[in-house]
């Protein structure tokens, strides 16, 4: 039972197609598996009966000698995807029971090539949050422990129910989004692949929204040939999206093959920050070994702007994202708490259904919008913005991929950090400069802490350019030889 | 300190976030912290720098005059709290 | 701009001049929304004409309708204003139920079009060019419903995102009269162009109203705004009643306090609107979902190669061509359809005559029916024949009024007519000659009265049309008894 939980996308996908297996009994194996995963929290709603109806459908399909690329893979979709006739809930309760019509572009493209839906994972509320202790459904239980512990650890976020059902392999893959390092960072947490793609690359259609200008979707998994699939499928353009981008989808899984020979790492320095833990470093420059190893040439370069990326982007996204929730109101769907009038029902409504970081980010947002101070910060906020994109075109000029940690730390334990607002932001210090360009990038799990815990490596590439990081992701993981998995002690 | 606590009722009125009295004052202290850290942006010189309008370059995409939505009623309040003949049901509005 | 003077109200304590700025509303004429391809059909069931993307549901994205940026860069030539190749959508932020994504996406900063004009042919014959600031695109609200439960409002958003054109008017009108001009030649050249069809009632035009007043040369004033007004006439009504309200509290030693009010058709007055918002900060920002809008110079060159003859250009033409004066030119070219009909019925005949008849008779029949022109029984082609039966004499003006009544009860050709019922006028000489003798001989002492009152030939006339029917020329009439009573 455990050997199939322990395939990886590739693997089933070989071993569905010679009938060595079903896709029933692959559904069937995860969704035990997650009847007994209560305490890790990943899954807010399971679904095995569309996920059994799915399976069987997929087994007609591969029976017939036919199917897609993900054709009986079963996934796990973070509820920020709209799920037709399944509920979604963005983690929060201000969506109620909110059942979609509809389906998100994204999770559609992977129903089309035949994937199988697990069930709606746990996140932070409305994708804020680098720890998923914001989530309305309570926080979710990093499957990883630190030696000798029984401590419960963050498994990151705002992606971490799908970093963890990864991890605690509840999935073979999860559909995840990333913001300011959503992905990426609870992928580093756990010791998943967390990957999100060039912005444009996937539509944002029907996926809730948090910031218009950041949202990524991307997938995370086990490694990074199953990266490579589920991008394949998750990426399309998409006319309902004007931001998405029509270039055809290359064929990633052939990207993986190559060799690093000339290949220019850029290493930025100022990503070498005050206080970084040794270990951290270390990895760092393990990871710039490795590469070098295999014949890529290591160049030290400059983004000078890259300590501004984290201020910024706590300007623009919660400006972008106290717009685009004003629409929950109570009004059409969700949540609705009576009030007088209009405006008390409103307040009501929004001040029930809102967590306390969402209001946070809300209220935020509102300010840096309003009258008086839309120039001070969030003008300017755009303008550092062009500079920090401009910064990583120009280091591109010269290298062809950066590599820099993933995290300035392992995962930390639940509870630690969520009353310094702060302290939370810093986790993505690494990651969101990333978002503000728009441009891809990959964690690769890379190695354990001297607790234990998983660390993660990142690339960063060019705009469009996910092909080089699935080389070098996979040449990094390579080299990296993790093996890790969490001791299951959650069922 | 960027905000006072009329501020902060003023900015949770635009958001239409009901606050209890007794959490605006710690309100203020966390949302002025975040004010006070983002203000480390006037360090940098954005003098003749162009705020970023989009984050990849393209044309904005455009759709032909042609009727392909709509005529669902049923689906648009299915998810209603309150709802009359396919109406949006709201408390009064005066205006 | 027109002479202050004649414009002025007068006041308790002197003068006043009336200021007043129009923002007009106007839906673009395309058959579905600006962000969304539901319909933009009036009438619809509630919430029919609404798309999961109007309704904003969770993780919907607006993606624009290129037929509405046509009709803003055309509509923006039509008023010959500045059309910027690169402009911007923005989001307004405010909270209203018939709001369902909490902010409106629109242009603030950046607008397709810029500034132009507009020129209004006044009754006095006066020119007034009225400046236009700018031209941008939005989306139009839902509705809210008041009176169909007494506990509660009930929202339809079937208007919810259709697209709308914001024209704003420089503060360059200056009475009632400007105004109502101003909404008129607007309409009209939207309607030429068919980028709106200007029907107020069913709502697809509407203006905000800006009105202030000031003793003449004085600076600008604290202006107040009427809200949605929807037809000519109340914007007319809206501002007389505005201005004196505006007058009276200052003249009384009070302040105009800058705020929202509607018109109230009923009173003809306008009344506070209870506070919408505290303070109207709507936090623009641009939308992040959509990229900016950009097109070329050539685009727009092949748009304006394309664009129908204007109003202005029309109306000189018909100066020009078919040597109309002023006003008849500006009357025949007000709208497309009365153009076209007009020339219609011109060609190859006397577009004098073709006006006074065109609007003399049919305009009278139109309205004393309740029909518009384009309802009109009479085509052009058939007026036209009408005309070209009195140019070669066949019938005379007179006989040609009933033929017309003919032609609208009961339709049927002119000339079809005038041949079943025997119309056709005498112009023989001959004849005439010899009812005019039969007359004369009959009444001697007339005849002679006439010599010292020559104005008693109408009674000869008048004699001679009943003998012959009424189809005698009159011209021919005339001739021939002035000759034979001896008076020239």
């Known amino acids: 039972m455990s050997e199939l939980l322990d395939l990886t996308i590739a693997q089933a996908r070989k071993k569905l197609k010679t009938r060595d297996i079903s896709a029933r009994e692959l559904a069937q194996a995860h969704l035990d598996a997650i009847d007994k995963s209560a305490a890790l929290n990943a899954y807010i709603l399971p679904t095995p009966d569309k996920a059994l109806a799915m399976a069987d459908a997929a087994d007609q399909k591969l029976s017939a000698g036919e199917g897609g690329a993900l054709e009986g893979i079963p996934l796990g979709v973070k509820d920020l995807f709209c799920t037709t006739g399944v509920r979604t809930t963005a983690c929060s309760k201000i969506l109620g029971d909110f059942t979609p019509t509809y389906e998100s572009t994204v999770t559609q493209n992977l129903w089309d090539a035949g994937a199988v839906m697990l069930g709606k994972l746990n996140c932070d509320e409305f994708a804020m949050g680098s720890s998923n202790e914001t989530s309305a459904f309570g926080p979710v239980i990093n499957p990883w422990r630190a030696s000798g512990s029984d401590k419960q650890l963050v498994p990151g976020g705002s992606s971490g129910g799908s970093a963890c059902a990864v991890a605690a392999r509840l999935c073979l893959g999860a559909t995840a989004t990333d913001t300011g390092g959503s992905i990426r960072q609870p992928a580093g947490f756990t010791g998943t692949v967390g990957f999100k793609p060039t912005y444009g690359r996937c ?19 086990r490694d990074v040939r199953d990266a490579a699939i589920m991008l394949g499928v998750m990426a399309s353009h998409d006319p309902k999206d004007t931001t998405s981008l029509d270039l055809p989808v290359p064929d990633y899984e052939a990207a993986l093959e190559g060799g690093l020979k000339g290949l220019k790492v850029g290493i930025p320095k100022e990503y070498r920050v005050d206080g970084m833990p040794e270990e951290i470093e270390a990895l760092w420059q393990q990871g710039i070994d490795w590469l070098k190893d295999q014949g890529a040439e290591i160049k030290q370069v400059s983004l000078p702007h890259t300590k501004y990326a984290l201020p910024a982007y706590y300007i623009v996204a919660p400006a972008e994202a106290s717009s685009n929730l004003a629409r929950y109101d109570g009004v059409r769907y969700g949540l609705r708490i009576e009030g007088d009038d209009i405006i008390s029902m409103y307040e009501n409504t929004r001040s029930e259904g809102f967590g306390a970081e969402v209001q946070r980010r809300v209220m935020i947002g509102t300010y840096v919008l309003s009258a008086g101070y839309y120039d001070a910060y969030y003008l300017k906020a755009q303008k550092v913005r062009t500079l920090i994109k401009h910064d990583f075109e120009q280091v591109f000029e010269d290298v062809d991929v950066l590599l820099t940690p993933t995290t300035p730390s392992p995962a930390f334990g639940i509870g630690e950090r969520i009353g310094d607002p702060l302290s939370m932001y810093l986790n993505d210090i690494f990651t969101v400069t990333v978002n503000m360009a728009g441009l891809p990038g990959i964690s690769v799990p890379a190695g354990l802490s001297s607790d234990g815990l998983p660390l993660g490596l990142q690339l960063i590439g060019k705009a469009f350019d996910e092909e080089m990081l699935f080389r070098v992701g996979a040449r990094l993981e390579e080299a990296a030889e993790f093996t890790g998995k969490p001791e299951k002690w959650w069922a | 300190m960027a905000v006072d606590e009329a501020d902060v009722r003023k900015i949770a009125r635009l958001a239409r976030i009901a606050v209890k009295q007794d959490d605006v004052a710690t309100l203020r202290g966390e949302l002025n912290k975040i004010l006070d850290w983002v203000a480390q942006l006037d360090e940098v010189n954005t003098d003749n720098v162009e705020p970023m309008t989009s984050v990849v370059a393209a044309d904005m995409k455009k759709r032909q005059d042609i009727v392909n939505d709509g005529d669902k009623a049923a689906d648009i309040v299915k998810n209603a709290p309150e709802t009359q003949d396919h109406y949006f049901v709201v408390p009064k509005v005066v205006e | 701009m027109a002479d202050q003077g004649k414009n002025l109200i007068s006041g308790v304590t002197g003068d006043w001049e009336v200021v007043i700025g129009l923002e007009v509303h106007a839906q673009v004429s395309s058959k579905s929304k600006l962000f969304s391809g539901a319909s933009t059909e009036f009438g619809a069931e509630p919430n029919s004409n609404v798309s999961l993307v109007d309704a904003a549901m969770p993780g919907m994205l607006p993606v624009i309708n290129e037929f509405a940026v046509e009709q803003a860069v055309r509509s923006g030539l039509g008023i010959n204003a500045k059309i910027n190749l690169k402009s911007v959508f923005d989001r307004k932020n405010y909270f209203y139920p018939d709001l369902p994504q909490g902010y409106q996406i629109s242009q603030f900063t950046q607008p397709i079009v810029g500034e132009g004009k507009v020129l209004l042919d006044m009754a006095d014959g006066e020119t007034v060019e009225i400046g236009i600031e700018r031209l941008h695109l939005e989306q139009d609200a839902g509705k809210s419903v008041h009176d169909l439960d007494p506990n509660a409002t009930l929202i339809d958003l079937n208007r919810s995102g259709v697209a709308l054109m914001e024209i704003v008017s420089k503060p360059d009108i200056r009475s009632s ?138 109306k000189q033409r018909f100066v020009d061509e078919y040597a109309l004066n002023a006003y008849d030119a500006g009357v025949m070219a007000a709208s497309r359809t009365a153009a076209d009909y007009f020339e219609e019925v011109a060609k190859g005949h006397d577009p004098k005559l073709a006006v006074n008849w065109v609007t003399g008779e049919l305009f009278g029949a139109l309205n004393k029916a309740g029909l518009e022109l384009r309802e009109t029984p009479v085509k052009a082609e058939a007026l036209g024949d009408l005309i070209g039966l009195i140019e070669d004499k066949t019938i005379s003006g007179k006989i040609a009024k009933d033929v017309f009544d003919i032609m609208w009860e009961e339709g049927g050709t002119p000339a079809q007519i005038v041949e079943t019922r025997g119309l056709k006028q005498v112009t023989d000489t001959g004849a005439i000659e010899a009812v005019v003798d039969e007359i004369i001989a009959a009444n001697p002492d007339k005849a002679a009265e006439v010599r010292e009152k020559p104005k008693m030939i109408g009674w000869f006339v008048g004699q001679v049309m009943q003998k012959t029917g009424g189809k005698a020329n009159p011209q021919a009439v005339n001739d021939i008894l002035k000759a034979k009573l001896g008076c020239e």
């Open chain 1, 203 to 221: 539509s944002r259609w029907g996926v809730v929204a948090f910031a218009s200008s950041l949202d990524q979707a991307g997938p995370v998994t």
């Open chain 3, 177 to 314: 009269d400007e105004a109502k001009a101003y909404v008129t030649k607007l309409r009209a050249i939207l309607r030429y162009l068919g980028t709106c069809d200007g029907n107020m009632e069913e709502g697809s035009m509407r203006a905000d109203v800006n009105v202030s007043v000031r003793k003449p040369g004085a600076p600008l004033s604290t202006r107040c705004e009427v809200k949605n007004v929807n037809s000519i006439r109340f914007i007319g009504q809206a501002i007389e009643h505005e201005a004196r309200r505006q007058i009276d509290v200052v003249e009384d030693g009070g302040e105009i306090v800058q705020e929202t009010r509607l018109f109230d058709p009923k009173s003809g007055h306008t009344r506070s609107m209870r506070s919408k918002e505290e303070a109207h900060d709507y936090r623009y920002f641009p939308d992040p979902d959509l990229l900016p809008l950009e097109f070329t110079q050539s685009w727009v060159d092949e748009i304006k190669a394309g664009l129908p003859e204007l109003p202005d250009e029309k």
